[in-house]
């Protein structure tokens, strides 16, 4: 998949392949933190930092839906605003706490594991 040059109103503060973490700016500290305990878990996660909620930056959003097909969004408002963009096929979860946010990434990943075995 080729590298997204347009931002909008999120910012891609990191770029990972397996889960994508969907904060704003007050749950942008939350979410590098978990993504450094994840990575030493082995698990690469890409961290958004959306500026600006509505609209929703649809391109970017869409984007890491089919990069990484798994979405954990740190608050409902996130979720509600990006619901129309996942497919299907698209793992998503909401975390309210720190530690729900590392518990869910971890069970999409075992998700997503187990559907690659089955396919």
């Known amino acids: 998949m080729p590298a997204l040059s347009f931002q909008g109103t999120t910012k891609v503060i990191n770029k990972g392949v397996d889960i994508t973490i969907v904060a704003d700016g007050s749950t942008i ?3 590098m933190k978990a993504s450094r305990i994840l990575v030493v878990r082995g698990i690469s996660t ?9 609209p929703i930056d649809e391109r970017t959003i869409s984007h890491f839906v089919e990069a990484t097909g798994a979405l954990v969004f740190i ?3 996130l979720y509600e605003e990006s619901k ?13 706490k720190e530690e729900e ?3 869910n990434v971890e069970k999409i990943i075992k998700l997503k594991l187990a559907s690659y ?3």
């Open 29 to 31: 500290g939350t979410a």
């Open 46 to 54: 890409a961290v958004l930092e959306v500026t600006c909620v509505t």
């Open 75 to 77: 608050n409902q408002k």
């Open 84 to 96: 129309h963009l996942l497919k299907t096929n698209t793992f998503s979860e909401v975390a309210l």
């Open 101 to 103: 946010l590392i518990e």
């Open 117 to 119: 075995k089955n396919t």
